[in-house]
Nanobody
């Protein structure tokens, strides 16, 4: 069993930055693909970014490419999402997720077995 706990959300003005962190329990964290998703009110959960176990391969949704950076520290069992140039449309609850199988698909919620409770990010205009 893996437990994921997100932190770092908050209120920021458009153009600002935030860093989200996800702390994971479990001895096999370093073998998991990790992802970040977000869900705005009335909308489906959508993919934001993902990172393979080694940290050498990353994936981004088009709407955040060039603004967000995902990283991980396997020694500390953490994965981070650095968010720059934030826009009001980035407002959502952000979720950390873990895929223990490291499957090919990383962009759909069903690919991930473990989820955090979410952290709110609000970007004001």
């Amino acid at each position: 069993q893996v437990q994921l706990v997100e932190s770092g959300g908050g209120l920021v003005q458009a153009g600002g930055s935030l860093r989200l962190s996800c702390a994971a329990s479990g001895r096999t964290f370093s073998t998991y693909t990790m992802g970040w998703f977000r869900q705005a009110p009335g909308k489906e959960r959508e993919f934001v970014a993902a990172i393979r176990w080694s940290g050498s391969t990353t994936y981004y949704a088009e709407q955040v490419k060039g603004r967000f950076t995902i990283s991980r520290d396997n020694a500390k069992n953490t994965v981070n999402l650095h968010m720059n140039s934030l826009k009001p449309e980035d407002t959502a609850v952000y979720y950390c997720a873990a895929d223990r199988f490291g499957g090919i698909v990383v962009t759909t919620p069903s690919a991930y077995e473990y989820w955090g409770q979410g952290t709110q990010v609000t970007v004001s205009s």
